[in-house]
T-cell receptor
Framework: KQEVTQIPAALSVPEGENLVLNCSFT??????LQWFRQDPGKGLTSLLL?????REQTSGRLNASLDKSSGRSTLYIAASQPGDSATYLC????????????FGQGTELSVKP | NAGVMQNPRHLVRRRGQEARLRCSPM?????VYWYRQLPEEGLKFMVY????????ESGMPKERFSAEFPKEGPSILRIQQVVRGDSAAYFC???????????FGQGTRLTVV
């Protein structure tokens, strides 16, 4: 059974810092891995999608990597801003199960001005 | 493209009433997924549908919950005889193909009083 774990559960940093959020999964048979952002009381915004054949994806100040063999992904945020404050969710798409996603518990990020 | 549309955004029901949650996927998307986010918990998969077919309902509670995605119109998640424990945020996601990027709606926040 696939399990997804995110560390740390919460993180507080001063503005301008570079930071790394971690995601690990137990079964390497995945279609893809997706990082989302969720603001309080809001829906999920897709940040980056990494297909199982890819090693990383970049969008602006965000970079996500995927190491299937070790069951790990990291989300790197460069030059953090207060507007980055949100909960970041990692989700893996399960191979041969129609694309349903298994989510981690999330990392709650607070960037202080 | 309007994105994934869910309504209502907020729904209050008394114990024993029925709740109907609606989801219109993005244009061109034929895969619909429902997830539930209980307070202080992560998102959990409930059901995966394609037009007129339930593909995977392994995450649905066995009683009182049902889902459909008719040939015409939105997908509906129906909860009969709601109980306090059904209070949660219910999210719908859609994708054009299996294993591709999933886009989420803003969610319906159900409160059972």
């Amino acid at each position: 059974k696939q399990e997804v774990t995110q560390i740390p559960a919460a993180l507080s940093v001063p503005e301008g810092e570079n930071l790394v959020l971690n995601c690990s999964f137990t079964d390497s048979a995945i279609y893809n891995l997706q990082w989302f952002r969720q603001d309080p009381g809001k829906g999920l915004t897709s940040l980056l999608l990494i297909q199982s054949s890819q090693r990383e994806q970049t969008s602006g100040r965000l970079n996500a990597s995927l190491d299937k063999s070790s069951g790990r992904s990291t989300l790197y945020i460069a030059a953090s801003q207060p507007g980055d404050s949100a909960t970041y969710l990692c989700a893996v798409g399960i191979y041969n199960q129609g694309g349903k996603l298994i989510f981690g518990q999330g990392t709650e990020l607070s960037v202080k001005p | 493209n309007a994105g994934v549309m869910q309504n209502p955004r907020h729904l209050v029901r008394r114990r024993g009433q029925e709740a109907r949650l609606r989801c219109s996927p993005m244009k061109g998307h034929s895969h619909v997924y429902w997830y539930r986010q209980l307070p202080e918990e992560g998102l959990k998969f409930m059901v995966y549908l394609q037009k007129e077919n339930i593909i995977d309902e392994s995450g649905m509670p066995k009683e009182r919950f049902s889902a459909e995605f008719p040939k015409e119109g939105p997908s509906i998640l129906r909860i009969q005889q709601v109980v306090r424990g059904d209070s949660a945020a219910y999210f719908c996601a859609s994708s054009p193909l299996t294993g591709t990027e999933a886009f989420f709606g803003q969610g319906t926040r159900l409160t059972v009083v």
